[in-house]
Nanobody, 124 residues
Framework: VQLVESGGGLVQAGGSLRLSCAAS????????MGWFRQAPGKEREFVSA????????YYADSVKGRFTISRDKFGITAPLQMNSLKPEDTAVYYC??????????????????WGQGTQVTVSS
């Protein structure tokens, strides 16, 4: 499945952005979808995910309470609302999807489909 992201941009610290991710096709039961990010010179890290079964959500400690992931009723979109943004949130954000379910904690290897990435820059 192809994933298309949008919504990145430049924002001042304390501001908000909403990232969107849409899968190109439906699947029975929807997808487990997640967001990862990669800052310059750093490895890609987990941000948030929502499970296809039950809709349980997962958040990295660094974004808990500030970011909110959701999904549509078909399980093919996964917007990420980002509030109270900090300069350390600056990164390329990647959407990911899988037809499987998260069993313990989201890992990059759980996801088979990835978007092209969208840049988020937070100025101080």
């Amino acid at each position: 499945v192809q994933l298309v992201e949008s919504g990145g941009g430049l924002v001042q610290a304390g501001g908000s952005l909403r990232l969107s991710c849409a899968a190109s096709e439906r699947t029975f039961g929807g997808y487990t979808m997640g967001w990862f990010r990669q800052a310059p010179g750093k490895e890609r890290e987990f941000v948030s995910a929502i499970n296809r079964k039950g809709g349980r959500t997962y958040y990295a400690d660094s974004v808990k309470g500030r970011f909110t992931i959701s999904r549509d009723k078909f399980g093919i979109t996964a917007p990420l609302q980002m509030n109270s943004l900090k300069p350390e949130d600056t990164a390329v954000y990647y959407c990911a999807a899988t037809v499987g379910a998260i069993r313990t904690w989201p890992q990059e290897t759980d996801f088979g489909s990835w978007g092209q990435g969208t840049q988020v820059t937070v100025s101080s």
